[in-house]
């Protein structure tokens, strides 16, 4: 069985704050995919980001990083000097490499970010 | 652009009156999804197609039905709506075999909403 769990359920944050969104999961398989999907108010998951369960190399895209931790099974996502343009509900997924194509979404973290 | 689309955006109909959502992509993938998210939810999966293979989860209702009469087209019918049923509803597609990266795209939605 597959979990995710994002705790945060609402950030509130003014604009030019550093946020990291927290992701922990639990899985028995050995090999795996981590993601990253926004979703701005209009509704459509946009796709961020994906981590092979063998490759714990931490990445950096503009303002956005994520930290892949398999010891302590966390992928966690940050957001430097966040924009109100941030705003949405970013979900973490867990999906197995190989197999099954059904990832297992966390319920979601809700970014507000104040001007 | 390669893309996945979803017809309509938005949808209104009346409480038993059965609807059809439509969806379709051009990025030529294998795989493709269905799910339903309510308010402040994670997607819920109600079925996936790979290839022609319907997989069915064990807990959508007998109400919903899909159809994928070729690789670019996917169908949900709601053959009588509740307004338990009112959501939003997402189509996705990833890839699958050799050239499966593990991400899912999504379309834009259809929100429907039952009177």
């Known amino acids: 069985a597959q979990k995710v769990t994002q705790a945060q359920t609402e950030i509130s944050v003014v604009e030019k704050e550093d946020v990291t969104l927290d992701c922990v999961y639990e899985?028995?398989?050995?090999?795996?995919?981590l993601f990253w999907y926004k979703q701005p108010p209009s509704g459509e998951l946009v796709f961020l980001i994906r981590?092979?369960?063998?490759?714990?190399q931490n990445e950096i895209s503009g303002r956005y990083s994520w930290n892949f931790q398999k010891s302590t099974s966390s992928f966690n996502f940050t957001i430097t000097a966040s924009q109100v343009v941030d705003s949405a509900v970013y979900f973490c997924a867990l999906r197995p490499s190989g197999g099954s194509y059904i990832p297992t979404f966390g319920r979601g973290t809700s970014l507000i970010v104040h001007p | 652009d390669a893309m996945v689309i979803q017809n309509p955006r938005y949808q209104v109909t009346q409480f038993g009156k059965p609807v059809t959502l439509s969806c379709s992509q051009t990025l030529n993938h294998n795989v493709m999804y269905w799910y339903q998210q309510k308010s402040s939810q994670a997607p819920k999966l109600l079925f996936h197609?790979?290839?022609?293979?319907?997989?069915n989860e064990a807990d959508t209702p007998d109400n919903f039905q899909s159809r994928r009469p070729n690789t670019s087209f996917c169908f949900l019918d709601i053959r009588s709506p509740g307004l338990g049923d009112a959501a939003m509803y997402l189509c996705?597609?990833?890839?699958?075999?050799?050239?499966?990266?593990?991400?899912?795209?999504f379309g834009p939605g259809t929100r429907l909403t039952v009177l």
């Open positions: 981590r092979n369960s063998f490759d714990e």
């Open positions: 996705a597609t990833s890839r699958a075999g050799a050239r499966d990266r593990g991400e899912q795209f």
């Open positions: 899985t028995r398989d050995t090999t795996y995919y």
């Open positions: 197609y790979y290839d022609k293979d319907f997989n």
